[in-house]
């Protein structure tokens, strides 16, 4: 019992202290702009996917142990693979491309792309979990919806930096709007995909998801983001977009945890 409650603390104690870290590097990008010009925010960029990779990583092992392996695995790998299918024929996004800004790339796609999609699917998994608790479709379908409002934020400030370009202008603010249903199918796939190789394993996922710590990581994201767009990147209107998108999902939670 010892050894559990050490072991539990450890788990808890290390995503707190990853967790901060991360959250001061996000806060530290606009800084960074200011201090070493345009184009250095990329380093602190960079710096937050990893810093955000690492909470994401603690928590999940903190429940879910070898499994872990698995996500980390599986996440980024058919991130990937749908941004390279993706890129090359317009299916399912829309069409668009890469620029070089982004370095290192595989196949033209930046490594940090992949690693984006494991910060941020992970939470939304937690959404899912908490918002329809029992109900495996239902929990996929959620934690699909809000991954893909994380990129009602994600595509208009990506396209202002240049990290990618849409061949053609569409309709939120020059996102194509097929580019959210590609996101919505990419995501239930991959959401499914998990859980059901999970499931083989005798593994529940969504019941063994960290809800605290990964609602917590997108909220976090939730609030980071608006505060971001609306002060200092002059996004006011993805800002406004980003903030009613996500915040939909937070409402549920709390709503659902009577908060």
């Known amino acids: 019992m010892i050894e559990l409650f050490t072991s539990v603390y450890r788990s808890v104690t290390t995503v707190s202290v990853l967790s901060a870290l991360w959250i001061l590097v996000m806060i530290s990008v606009p800084v960074i702009r200011w201090t070493a010009g345009a184009g250095a925010e990329r380093a602190g960029i960079a710096a937050g996917v990893f810093a955000q990779v690492a909470v994401v990583i603690a928590a999940l092992a903190s429940t879910l142990g070898w499994f872990t392996l698995v996500v980390i695995a599986i996440i980024p790998v058919l991130g990937w693979a749908s941004e390279v299918l993706g890129s090359k024929t317009g299916v399912p996004f829309g069409e668009y491309h890469y620029t070089d800004v982004l370095q290192p790339q595989i196949a033209k796609v930046p490594i940090l792309i992949p690693l984006a999609w494991l910060m ?28 893909t409002a994380w990129d009602v934020y994600l ?47 005798g593994i529940a996922l969504f019941d063994r998801i960290p809800q605290a710590s990964l609602i917590l990581v997108f909220t976090v994201t939730w609030l980071l983001q608006f505060i971001g767009q609306l002060f200092f990147w002059n996004l006011k209107a993805s800002a406004i977009a980003g903030l009613l998108a996500m915040g939909v999902f937070v409402a549920a939670v709390l709503v659902r945890l009577g908060l």
């Not at 329809?132 to 959620?142: C, E, M, S, V």
């Open 120 to 147: 941020m699917m992970p939470p939304a998994w937690a959404v899912g979990s908490v918002a329809a608790p029992g109900r495996p479709l239902a929990q996929w379908a959620i934690a699909a919806a809000a991954f």
């Open 155 to 201: 595509d208009p400030l990506m396209v202002r930096w240049d990290f990618w370009r849409w061949r053609r202008a569409g309709a939120y603010l020059g996102i194509p709007l097929v580019n959210y249903l590609g996101w919505f199918i990419v995501a239930f796939a991959i959401t499914a995909l998990s859980a059901l190789i999970a499931r083989a394993f």
